[in-house]
């Protein structure tokens, strides 16, 4: 028990220390003005403004958009790959992919997506008339990431 115990001590720490903690001062900072005097309006400016409410709206939906993906994907790849031969040589097919530097993938996403990227070109413009360009972007990236994590989570409940 103990040497579990001594196992999460690495990642408490972290979360409290880079999680917790900041969400803590953020939040504790938005009580006050630029010259450090204790206001409710920055919470007011956010509550009655409609760019405001629909960033946050957006942000929701697209959260709640890419879990539904993300599960609606892993659960059944993670089924399948619990009834492989070689289930770890294909978890780590799958897996394989996502261990390319982040800011490299960064770079590629806005190259083929921005206004006169690849895709752009090869699809032409009357797609990206029709979807959001950046939406789009920003989803499929997220989506990938979340899928990785899940994906291992439930391969492991289901072996």
């Given at each position: 028990m103990r040497q579990k115990v001594m196992f999460i001590v690495p990642y408490a720490l972290w979360i409290i220390l880079f999680v917790v903690a900041p969400l803590a001062l953020i939040f504790y900072q938005s009580f006050f003005d630029i010259n450090s005097h204790f206001t409710l309006a920055n919470y007011q400016d956010y509550l009655t403004s409609p760019t405001y409410l629909k960033m946050t709206l957006n942000s929701v939906w697209y959260a709640a958009l890419i879990t539904v993906v993300t599960l609606v994907i892993s659960y059944?790849?993670?089924?399948?790959?619990?009834?492989?031969?070689?289930?770890?040589?294909w978890l780590l097919i799958v897996i394989l992919p996502t261990w390319i530097n982040l800011l490299l993938k960064t770079y590629a996403f806005i190259g083929l997506f921005r206004e006169p990227g690849r895709l752009t070109n090869f699809y032409g413009l009357l797609v990206w008339e029709v979807i959001n360009c950046f939406s789009l972007t920003l989803v499929l990236c997220s989506l990938r990431h979340t899928l990785k994590f899940r994906l291992w989570f439930y391969q492991s409940i289901m072996h």
């Open positions: 059944p790849t993670a089924y399948v790959l619990t009834q492989l031969q070689n289930r770890q040589f």
